[in-house]
């Protein structure tokens, strides 16, 4: 239940970390412009294993992907609480309201 908070704090630890003991720390040394394409390929994969691949390999996709937008919100000082946060907001309206009240 606590996945998302605990690895929120794991990531803010490893960023410290040695690059070459720590992917996490390693993403961070490359920098955010790495770490965006790694979210946007995370994406693309998870997208082609709901469309070709076994269920096991959509939920590692999925996986990898949470993780890396993790590590992106970590790289851009935003605390999970502030998309969650969001996400409650939206509770109840419907998603189409939600689309209409953008594109005014
Ligand atoms: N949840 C994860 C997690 N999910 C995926 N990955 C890594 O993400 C990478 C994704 O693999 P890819 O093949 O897409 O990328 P790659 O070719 O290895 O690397 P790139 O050069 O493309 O960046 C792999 O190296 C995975 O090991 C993760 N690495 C770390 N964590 C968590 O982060 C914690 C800290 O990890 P370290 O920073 O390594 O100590 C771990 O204990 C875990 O809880």
Do not use: C, N, W
Not at 12 to 23: I, L, N
Not at 86 to 101: F, I, T, Y
Request: hydrophobic share 45%.
């Amino acid at each position: 239940m606590d996945t998302l908070p605990r690895l929120e704090r794991i990531i803010a630890e490893r960023r410290k970390a040695d690059p070459q003991a720590s992917y996490v720390a390693q993403l961070h040394a490359r920098g955010l412009p790495v770490i965006a394409r790694k979210v946007g390929e995370e994406a693309v994969e998870t997208a082609i294993a709901a469309l070709t691949g076994e269920r096991e390999e959509l939920v590692g996709e999925a996986a990898d992907l949470i993780f890396h937008l993790m590590v992106l919100l970590s790289a851009k000082d935003i605390p999970l609480d502030a998309v969650l946060a969001e996400l409650d907001r939206r509770e109840g309206v419907s998603g189409l309201d939600e689309k209409a009240s953008r594109s005014e």
